[in-house]
Structures are given as C-alpha cells and as structure tokens.
C-alpha cells in the first residue's frame, strides 16, 4: 500500500494522540494507537511504534509505559501545566472581570487542549463555578497590547475615553476629545485593569479603567513626565486610592479596635505604622486619596474605627454619612 502524504506527520501525531487521549489513568496500548493513527491515513507497526516512542522520549517528551496486559500502554507524563496548575488558571479567567464572557469561554477551551479530554472535562465542571459579570469590551486585549507596545517603545498614546449613560450605552467623555498620555504602568485593583499615566496638560499622573479605553493608538511621539515616576510605587499608589477613585492625598488618623489589625493591614500592607493606645485600641497614620470611596470603605468597616485627623476631612466625612442618613429619614 502506498504511503500518504501524512506519514511524514507521523511522529507529530502520535505526540497530539498521547496528549489528547492519555493520562496516569487512561494509558493507550500499541494496538489502539495503531489505530488512532489510521483514521488520520497513518500507517504503523508495532516495531515503528517502539521505535517512535523512543525518539520522543530522546527528545524530550515525559512519555511512560504501563506494562500490564489488561491495561498497558503508553501516556503522557509530566506536561507544560499540571491539572490543579490549570484549574487556578481557569478560575483566575473566570473571576476576572475584565475579561469578557466571549473570551473567558476560548481561553479556558485553549486551556482545556493543555490536558488529556478526560481532564479537560475536570477543568469544565470549575467554569461554571459562580455567574461573575464581565465586562463587554472585546477590545480590552488590543488596548492591553498597545499600552505594552507603549511602554517598550517609549512613547506615548492617544484614545477616547467612554463612561455608562442609565440607557445602558457608552457615551464618549469630553465630546469624544482623545486624551493623549505617557503610559508608565498597568496595575490590577478593585477587579479591574488599570492604567497609570502621565498627562502633560495636568502635570499630575492619573489612571484610567482599560476597558472604557476606545480607538487607543500608538503615537510617534516620546514619552514625558518621567521624573514624576522616578520615585514612583505603583502597590503604594493603589493602596491609597480607594477603587482607583482620585481626590486629594492626606495623611489621616485611624484609631481602631484591636481586633481590626488585620483589616488594616491588608488595606495598607505590613508597613504601616501601629501605635498602641490602650489595652483595646491602636492608631495609624496613613496616606490616602480623600474620596468618597474612602468614606465608603471607612463605613463598610464598621464602628471598630474611627477617623480622629484631620479635622477637615473629619468633618467632610460626617457630611457624607449625613447625607446618606438622609435618605432614610
């Protein structure tokens, strides 16, 4: 019988059988993987096979053999990821936010290839883990690669910037005017990617949400502000701006009961400062961005802590719970 053009891929094949139908519990036998091969128009003997698994394994490929007469065979061992490595990454797709449905649903297929099909199954039943919402812009992944291009060539970007309407439609801000900027990072915070840059025109660095970024360009044009990044810590930065929400940076005084240490140091890390006040409460000093979503977040937190400096922004916070009690009264 003469060869098909295929048997020149027969050693390609065998690699993509092994991965696809075989694991430590699911090994192949000479005679099904004979046969596997000819419905891709492959012809083997036992002798070649021998001879093939060999030069895989020389080659580098983790393949084992099972000597058994009831269920011998050959699998594939060690792979790029293993299973519970593949299911953290599958998860991680899943809960992200930024990530549309569309997307999550092909990354995880591409994932799923990484395993043998009854592994992949394993990895399908961890998809449907909880109803997370996604965001809708399938652009995110271009815009991603344009700031990473950005930041490798030095230079700086232009897009529009968009922002919800109660109709549920994306309204460009400013009339659709392009913001340009000078990308120093991206930053994940409050379950959505950010950008942080410096805009030349405000002399000041800020962030924007990557997923509301539209029509983003790479400019031919250099990078500035790069003395505002010289001292610059990005895990500082998002630490104190709550939610990624600007407002004007102060230094505040939190006196806290001692069971909220724990709260307090995972918001502000493991550096700050924790004084002692008596045998129930301590105090720290923290820089933060003086927004409403700090007042959000100091309320969530309960009684067990309480602003005490300063007292400007003591009072701007007694304002805010004011108004909110309001709306109840």
């Not at 090994?27 to 993987?33: A, C, M, N, V, Y």
């Amino acid at each position: 019988m003469a060869k098909s053009q295929n048997q020149k891929l027969k050693l390609l094949y065998i690699v993509n059988i092994l991965r696809e139908f075989t694991d430590e519990e699911h090994p192949i036998s000479t005679q099904k993987l004979i046969e596997k091969l000819e419905e891709y128009d492959v012809l083997a003997e036992r002798k070649s096979i021998y001879d093939d698994m060999e030069q895989l394994k020389n080659f580098g490929y983790d393949i084992l053999t099972v000597k058994s007469k009831v269920n011998g065979g050959y699998f594939m061992g060690e792979r790029e990821f293993e299973l519970a490595e593949l299911k953290l990454l599958v998860d991680a797709v899943q809960a992200s936010k930024f990530i549309t449905l569309k997307k999550s649903n092909a990354m995880i297929k591409k994932l799923e290839n990484m395993v043998s099909k009854y592994d992949a199954g394993k990895l399908q039943r961890q998809v449907y883990v909880s109803n997370r919402i996604k965001t809708i812009n399938e652009s995110i992944f271009y815009n991603v690669d344009v700031i990473h291009n950005s930041l490798q060539s030095n230079t700086k970007i232009s897009f529009q910037y968009f922002e919800w309407t109660i109709d549920k439609k994306m309204e460009l801000k400013k009339e659709g005017e392009l913001y340009k900027v000078s990308p120093f990072a991206l930053t994940f915070n409050d379950e959505n990617y950010y950008l942080v840059a410096y805009d030349s025109t405000g002399d000041k660095i800020k962030h924007y949400r990557v997923d509301k970024i539209k029509n983003i360009k790479l400019l031919n044009e250099a990078r500035e502000g790069v003395q505002n990044f010289k001292s610059f810590d990005i895990a500082t930065y998002s630490g104190r701006t709550f939610g990624m929400y600007g407002g004007k940076e102060e230094i505040v005084t939190l006196f806290c009961d001692n069971n909220m240490a724990g709260v307090m140091i995972d918001r502000f890390g493991k550096d700050i400062d924790i004084r002692k006040r008596d045998e129930n409460k301590f105090s720290i000093r923290v820089n933060v961005a003086v927004s409403r979503q700090f007042f959000g977040w100091l309320a969530g937190v309960g009684s067990g802590v309480v602003l005490t400096e300063p007292s400007d922004v003591k009072d701007q916070y007694k304002k805010y719970l004011e108004e909110i009690i309001k709306q109840y009264q």
